[in-house]
């Protein structure tokens, strides 16, 4: 009988798995991946396809904005226009964890 338990608990965890794979959201990074061009995609369609606000937003003296979205160690920069219309990647990045010095 106890292989019965064992039996329901194997059960369980599969669904607890394809549930958490179920609801997987994709990040910042592969939402970013997934479109080829942000030039010309005006803010509200940026923000909305990366599903936040930015973390940064500088106002630069001519007139562009840079906003900068981040999750964890992935970063994306986007230089839009004073008509809020991208103008591309101002910078990406990916910190990598740095290794301790023996």
Not at 40 to 59: N, Q, W
Request: contains cysteine.
């Amino acid at each position: 009988m106890l292989y019965l338990g064992w039996i329901a608990a194997a059960f369980m965890a599969g669904v607890i798995v394809s549930q958490r794979r179920r609801n997987h959201r994709p990040g910042l990074r592969e939402r970013s991946e997934s479109t080829d061009s942000f030039a010309g995609l005006k803010y509200d369609e940026v923000a909305e396809h990366f599903g936040s606000l930015p973390c940064m937003t500088v106002r630069r003296a001519n007139g562009t904005v840079l906003h900068r979205w981040q999750q964890g160690r992935y970063a994306i920069a986007l230089l839009f226009d004073s008509a809020s219309v991208c103008l591309g990647v101002e910078e990406e990045k990916t910190q990598t964890r740095k290794e301790p010095h023996v």
